[in-house]
């Protein structure tokens, strides 16, 4: 369970408001969140491992506040970024995997095939000694994908994981995500895969402007960013 | 340079199998001789028993090549000076030299995994642990390297923004995109690591985590009551148990239908607190693990 408790957000050198206090409590297992750009979308969900620090409230995560104890929060969330390419560090993909399994495994033949199972079991186990460089923009985000699923994580945050990616693999990683056994929380420009969450909340301008069934979400949203055009065009 | 750090390629030769130290230690010992040693006829020895061992890691023979052919390109200038003062046996030495240690280098980089090398730096470091912990070299190592076709291409891309809007001559067009998005890509990196937590941990609470994973409770527990006196929780307070692991993710979409039809649009505007209460679980009865992750191709 993850749990916003008035947690707002301010900009650190001009003290402007990026989110409005929040209280939130996250329980269901897809969980999509939507809005337009620079709504406030991504610090949100960056709050639940601490990626961002709330400046007033707390936000906590499975009963642990990760303002105090963000390691082993972070040890529970796994997270997934919009560009893949940022959170491979090693050269090929079984490195980069085996990299993540540094702090769980000790043997290096262990860990080499833990991380070999893991990419298999992502469909990148002919990939394995194939340099980052060389792969495609979809096959790095499974890979990004595999190295945090490899730490076993309970809770999945995928910051616009498939904005990057053509049709095919847009596909391909939204249905991977879905079927993960893991608490999944998505923020998404794709109202196709929003819809398909059990919950689904809106934040526009800094604030949670919706929250509910992902149906009535997207509807709600598709009105309010068609009306922000319309007015624009009649001005 | 950039095309050089995916050379490293999993094969069975005696390179592979040897540890990295010894390769390195190979490649150091080999600069000192051809630094003290300036016999031709030893050099081109060394030359040639380099070319070998790389011809033996049987390296990517594209890449490879290129990176020959530079150094071939820069012994043969080199030497070309020493034959213009008419010091032949110096300009022999001096071009084996070059393509030896160049040649056994590539034979290292193509023969070593990254993570080995890691392994390696990690331990050359432990000496200085106090002041710099090993892990957090290696993984400096790694990023280093990691940033430098990133950056490469961050240029490219700049370059041809700048060509695409006529501005080709300007160095600045190219120079500050080029900045500005490497030390983007820095946070974004750092972010990435944080996220992944990644040399982060204390020692103790790594030790904590091998043996949590093991199932060794009672080291466990030590390395708990560790971090405990360090002001941490312990582990064992926080962990869900399985009925609780299946409320967490076993909310079903009628709670979120009924959260939804509760929060609507002009409830929400306030930052409204919206709490689903999880109904029934549609998890199969057991927790979550990476075998339950499913294979798809």
């Known amino acids: 369970m993850i749990e916003f408790k008035d947690a707002a957000v301010v900009a650190p050198d001009s003290g402007v408001p990026i989110l409005e206090p929040t209280?939130?409590?996250?329980?269901?297992?897809?969980?999509?969140?939507?809005?337009?750009?620079?709504?406030?979308?991504?610090?949100?969900?960056?709050?639940?491992?601490?990626?961002?620090?709330?400046?007033?409230?707390?936000?906590?995560?499975?009963?642990?506040?990760?303002?105090?104890?963000?390691?082993?929060?972070?040890?529970?969330?796994?997270?997934?970024?919009?560009?893949?390419?940022?959170q491979l560090i090693m050269p090929t993909a079984i490195e980069d995997v085996m990299l993540s399994l540094r702090r769980t495994i000790d043997k290096k033949d262990e860990r080499a095939e833990a991380a070999l199972a893991a990419l298999e079991e992502i469909g990148l186990g002919d990939r394995a000694d194939v340099s980052v460089n060389a792969l495609s923009g979809g096959q790095r985000q499974?890979?990004?994908?595999?190295?945090?699923?490899?730490?076993?994580?309970?809770?999945?945050?995928?910051?616009?994981?498939?904005?990057?990616?053509?049709?095919?693999?847009?596909?391909?990683?939204?249905?991977?995500?879905?079927?993960?056994?893991?608490?999944?929380?998505?923020?998404?420009?794709?109202?196709?895969?929003?819809?398909?969450?059990?919950?689904?909340?809106?934040?526009?301008?800094g604030s949670v402007a919706f929250d509910g069934s992902p149906v009535e979400a997207v509807a709600y949203y598709r009105d309010l960013m068609f009306g922000r055009v319309k007015r624009r065009q009649a001005t | 340079m950039i095309s050089m750090l995916g050379l490293y390629r999993p094969r069975h030769t005696p390179l592979h199998h040897a540890?990295?130290?010894?390769?390195?230690?190979?490649?150091?010992?080999?600069?000192?001789?051809?630094?003290?040693?300036?016999d031709p006829v030893t050099s081109v020895g060394l030359m040639c028993a380099s070319v070998l061992l790389l011809i033996s890691t049987e390296p990517p023979a594209k890449a490879t090549a290129w990176a020959m052919l530079g150094t071939v390109l820069i012994a043969a200038l080199s030497a070309s000076l020493h034959l213009w003062r008419g010091d032949w046996a110096r300009a022999i030495d001096v071009a084996a030299d070059l393509i030896g240690i160049v040649a056994l280098a590539l034979a290292v980089t193509c023969s070593t995994s990254m993570a080995a090398m890691l392994d390696f730096v990690s331990t050359l470091a432990r000496p200085i642990r106090f002041i710099l912990p090993p892990e957090t070299l290696g993984l400096m190592f790694a990023l280093m390297l990691r940033a430098l076709p990133e950056v490469a291409r961050l240029y490219l891309e700049s370059r041809m923004a700048a060509r695409a809007?006529?501005?080709?001559?300007?160095?600045?067009?190219?120079?500050?995109?080029?900045?500005?998005?490497?030390?983007?890509?820095?946070?974004?990196?750092?972010?990435?690591?944080?996220?992944?937590?990644?040399?982060?941990?204390?020692r103790g609470s790594r030790k904590a985590d091998k043996a949590e994973a093991r199932g060794e409770s009672r080291a466990a527990r030590k390395a708990t009551k560790r971090r405990r006196g360090k002001g941490a929780p312990a582990v064992a307070d926080h962990e869900l148990t399985k009925a609780e692991a299946f409320a967490v993710l076993g909310g079903g979409p009628s709670s979120a239908a009924a959260?939804?039809?509760?929060?609507?649009?002009s409830a929400a505007r306030a930052g409204a607190t919206a709490t689903a209460s999880p109904t029934a679980p549609e998890l199969e009865d057991r927790p979550a693990t990476r075998d339950d992750s499913p294979t798809q191709r």
């Not at chain 1, 639940?48 to 620090?53: E, F, Q």
């Not at chain 2, 390769?23 to 040693?37: D, E, H, S, W």
């Not at chain 2, 959260?259 to 649009?265: C, E, F, K, M, V």
């Open chain 2, 19 to 38: 540890p990295a130290w010894l390769k390195v230690l190979m490649l150091v010992a080999m600069a000192i001789v051809t630094v003290v040693a300036s």
């Open chain 1, 142 to 205: 499974l890979l990004a994908l595999a190295g945090v699923l490899a730490v076993t994580p309970r809770i999945l945050v995928a910051d616009e994981p498939t904005t990057l990616l053509d049709l095919r693999w847009r596909a391909h990683v939204g249905s991977l995500l879905r079927s993960l056994p893991v608490q999944l929380i998505e923020v998404t420009h794709d109202l196709d895969s929003a819809v398909r969450a059990e919950r689904t909340i809106v934040i526009d301008e």
């Open chain 2, 259 to 265: 959260a939804g039809s509760s929060a609507g649009p």
């Open chain 1, 23 to 86: 209280s939130l409590t996250l329980t269901e297992r897809h969980i999509s969140i939507i809005g337009a750009n620079g709504g406030g979308k991504s610090t949100l969900v960056r709050m639940i491992n601490g990626l961002v620090p709330p400046a007033s409230g707390s936000v906590e995560v499975e009963g642990l506040d990760v303002a105090k104890q963000g390691p082993r929060v972070r040890r529970m969330v796994g997270f997934l970024f919009t560009d893949p390419s940022a």
């Open chain 2, 165 to 202: 809007r006529g501005l080709e001559r300007s160095v600045r067009a190219v120079v500050f995109p080029t900045t500005t998005r490497s030390v983007g890509f820095a946070l974004q990196l750092g972010q990435a690591l944080h996220a992944r937590g990644i040399a982060e941990e204390a």
